[in-house]
T-cell receptor, first 111, second 114 residues
Framework: GENVEQHPSTLSVQEGDSAVIKCTYS??????FPWYKQELGKGPQLIID?????GEKKDQRIAVTLNKTAKHFSLHITETQPEDSAVYFC??????????FGKGTTLSVSS | NAGVMQNPRHLVRRRGQEARLRCSPM?????VYWYRQLPEEGLKFMVY????????ESGMPKERFSAEFPKEGPSILRIQQVVRGDSAAYFC????????????FGQGTRLTVV
């Protein structure tokens, strides 16, 4: 089955800096890659996703890139703000299966 | 347009009791997924259901755990004879179908076994 590795497990940045979180997946048939943000005591919230027919997707300060050949995808957050502090999860799936998640990255943005 | 609703939000059970966790998917969604999250850990897949059908239960412990998604009503995750190790947050997500569609999560049920 699918296995998703996520790095780093913790990331500390200064407000205004960029943050990058990287994930690799094992199943070459996976073709949907979402990212979720989880704040303390809450459920994961979908923030951006990318499908395998696209190499990059951007939404304001958040962007995701996908390299299908290398089987890795990354989340980029620019101009970080204190409210970006949370745990971020990557995931992968193919049609007819459930999302398989990485172990998460705790992002801390200090002002 | 209500999101995924889970109840109860917090559940305390004594060892040996049964725990029932409920999940009502978003309107129009017919696929439900259950995940378990231990403190400081990620989301571990448990079971994937469609109405009246289990699609994938490969992440579910073989004993004491069961799940259903009936034609009418919410999806239920049932844990029989709970043990302290079952203490965790249980999250439900729903999606419109099998395709590459977004999945949205509820706020979770935090189960504490005392």
């Amino acid at each position: 089955g699918e296995n998703v590795e996520q790095h780093p497990s913790t990331l500390s940045v200064q407000e205004g800096d960029s943050a990058v979180i990287k994930c690799t997946y094992s199943d070459s048939a996976s073709n949907y890659f979402p990212w979720y943000k989880q704040e303390l005591g809450k459920g994961p919230q979908l923030i951006i996703d990318i499908r395998s027919n696209v190499g990059e997707k951007k939404d304001q300060r958040i962007a995701v890139t996908l390299n299908k050949t290398a089987k890795h995808f990354s989340l980029h957050i620019t101009e970080t703000q204190p409210e970006d502090s949370a745990v971020y999860f990557c995931a992968a799936r193919k049609a007819g299966t459930a999302l398989i998640f990485g172990k998460g990255t705790t992002l801390s943005v200090s002002s | 347009n209500a999101g995924v609703m889970q109840n109860p939000r917090h559940l305390v059970r004594r060892r040996g009791q049964e725990a029932r966790l409920r999940c009502s998917p978003m309107k129009g969604h017919s696929h439900v997924y259950w995940y378990r999250q231990l403190p400081e850990e990620g989301l571990k897949f448990m079971v994937y259901l469609q109405k009246e059908n289990i699609i994938d239960e490969s992440g579910m412990p073989k004993e004491r755990f069961s799940a259903e998604f009936p034609k009418e009503g919410p999806s239920i995750l049932r844990i029989q004879q709970v043990v302290r190790g079952d203490s965790a947050a249980y999250f439900c997500a729903s999606s419109p179908g099998q395709g590459l569609t977004e999945a949205f999560f509820g706020q979770g049920t935090r189960l504490t076994v005392v």
